[in-house]
C-alpha cells in the first residue's frame, strides 16, 4: 500500500491514472496529452509500474498500457474505513451540538 500512496502522491501520476481509467493507452498517446516530456512520462509510468497501478502489455510492435484496478482496492478500503470513521465522528459531533441548543 505504501508504493499505492506513493504513487498516487504526484498530480501528473493521478491525471495519468485517470486517463487510462477511461481508455488504455500508449506511452505516446499519454505524452500528447500532458505539457511534460516522453521521458518525464515514462518516469512516471515507471513508478506506477512499479506500484503496479499500471500495467503493460506488448501488442505487435505496440506497449500498450492500462489500469490495473486490483491494485488500488487495498488502498479504497483503507481510506473508505477511515471515512466511515469521520463521517460517524462528525455525525455525533453534530448530534451534541443539536443536543445542546
Known amino acids: ?26 506511452l505516446l498517446e499519454l505524452t500528447e496529452k500532458f505539457p511534460i516530456s516522453f521521458q518525464a512520462i515514462s518516469k512516471h509510468i515507471r513508478i506506477l509500474e512499479n506500484a503496479e497501478i499500471v500495467l503493460k502489455e506488448k501488442k505487435g510492435k505496440y506497449r500498450i498500457l492500462s489500469l490495473n484496478r486490483k491494485a488500488l482496492r487495498p488502498t479504497l478500503k483503507w481510506i473508505s474505513y477511515y471515512s466511515n470513521f469521520w463521517n460517524e465522528s462528525f455525525d455525533k459531533l453534530e448530534e451534541q451540538i443539536g443536543n445542546q441548543n
Open 1 to 26: 500500500m505504501e508504493k499505492v500512496f506513493s504513487a498516487l502522491a504526484d498530480g501528473n501520476r493521478r491525471k495519468i491514472i485517470e486517463c487510462l481509467y477511461e481508455k488504455d493507452s500508449t
